[in-house]
């Protein structure tokens, strides 16, 4: 007997994922975002199941690139934010890794590295102000670096601040300020495109998309479900119901009293916690499925255990099936019972779930 939270990845789920947002751009290549290991799903089971299929992988650091590499991967690898240090550039250039360039230093150290690299995507900021050149300055760096002999080809890049937000203009000012600097530059490849951007807006074609948490089955929109965008569930997260008790009204459950029972219930008490990766700010209430019914998360959660209020369930009993989040449950229901997102909660999942690849 072992401690049975698992976390079940499907991997034909995240192929299909990726060919439906191909499927969308018929005329651009696809990235897999695979950063952060592979948003918690495993970036080297991933890389090396989808290795065939991808037109190329991205991921958020050489360190991520040369995990993938030292497994077998093939494909291209983007490093998306590009190199932290000078150093890095022999290492991209060994291992045929592409870049962005997003920064003066960047593309000053690159230069004088005199490194030969495949394809760089110059970045331009168009409104986040977080990475990329200014647009007034990104065309004169296109052609500078478009003079240099030392790349294949340079593609123009820059991703937006609120891709997931339809009711927003702010991707419309963003599009027109990527367009007035794409113009500027004679007629480039481009890459703008994250997963909502994907699905929703209207990108320039050809070029390259990013899909990243849609791969994972996960909808990137507040109020529109995986499902409805045709995207198939990925991740199922599982445990057992380890221990139960009936508890009478007025009784508290978990640390701080925080749940107290409203009548006689019957509470289970299930394997995973914040240690797991399950959110500790997940509030009462939050949807637990027990035997397959929506239950309800009952006092706070622990680091190795929840509690869940199964009074509703018939035939609970030890070891009766629980889903935290799965096809039954998406992540983004129980990211909204704890003021986060479902790109967090897959990404912060611990090493200590036992993960099962079908
Ligand atoms: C992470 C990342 C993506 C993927 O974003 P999703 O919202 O997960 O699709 C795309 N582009 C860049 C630059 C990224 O850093």
Same mark, same amino acid.
């Given at each position: 007997m072992a401690r049975p939270l698992t976390k079940i990845v499907n991997l034909a789920s995240i192929k299909h994922n990726y060919l439906l947002a191909k499927a969308l751009h018929p005329d651009s290549k696809a990235f897999a975002v695979v950063k952060a290991n592979a948003y918690g799903h495993g970036a080297v089971a991933v890389s090396n199941y989808l290795d065939s299929t991808v037109d190329a992988f991205a991921v958020a650091s050489i360190e991520e690139a040369l995990e993938l590499r030292g497994s077998g991967v093939k494909s291209p690898i983007m490093l998306l934010e590009g190199v932290f240090e000078e150093s890095e550039w022999s290492i991209c250039e060994k291992q045929g890794f592409w870049c962005a360039i997003e920064n003066d230093f960047q593309a000053q150290s690159f230069l004088e590295s005199g490194v030969n690299l495949e394809k760089v995507f110059i970045k331009v900021? *168009? /409104?986040?102000?977080?990475?990329g050149v200014s647009p007034e300055k990104a065309p004169s760096l296109v052609k500078r670096l478009r003079s240099s002999r030392n790349i294949g080809e340079v593609v123009l890049m820059s991703h937006f601040s609120s891709a997931d937000d339809l009711s927003s203009k702010a991707t419309t000012d963003q599009l027109a300020c990527f367009h007035g600097v794409r113009e500027q530059c004679e007629s480039m490849p481009v890459s703008v495109a994250n997963s909502a951007a994907i699905l929703k807006w209207s990108i320039p074609q050809g070029g390259w998309i990013r899909p990243g948490i849609m791969l994972y089955? +996960?909808? #990137?929109?507040?109020? +529109?479900r995986s499902s409805e965008l045709g995207l198939e569930t990925v991740m199922t997260f599982t445990s057992k119901v380890i221990s139960l008790r009936s508890i009478e009204r007025g009784q508290k459950v978990g640390y701080a009293e925080s749940y107290e029972a409203q009548g006689e219930e019957r509470i289970a008490t299930i394997a995973a916690g914040y240690g797991d990766g399950? #959110?500790?700010?997940? *509030?009462? /209430?939050?949807p637990v499925i027990v035997n397959g019914i929506e239950c309800a998360l009952a006092g706070r959660v622990s680091m190795d255990m929840i509690t869940v209020n199964v009074t509703n369930v018939k035939n609970v009993e030890m070891g009766s099936s629980v889903q935290l989040w799965g096809d039954k449950l998406s992540v983004e229901r129980v990211a909204s019972h704890s003021s986060t997102i479902g790109y967090e909660l897959v990404t912060r999942m611990t090493g200590r779930p036992k993960i099962k690849y079908i």
């Open positions: 900021d *168009v /409104g986040m102000h977080r990475l089955g +996960i909808s #990137p929109f507040d109020g +529109i399950y #959110p500790r700010n997940a *509030v009462n /209430g939050t």
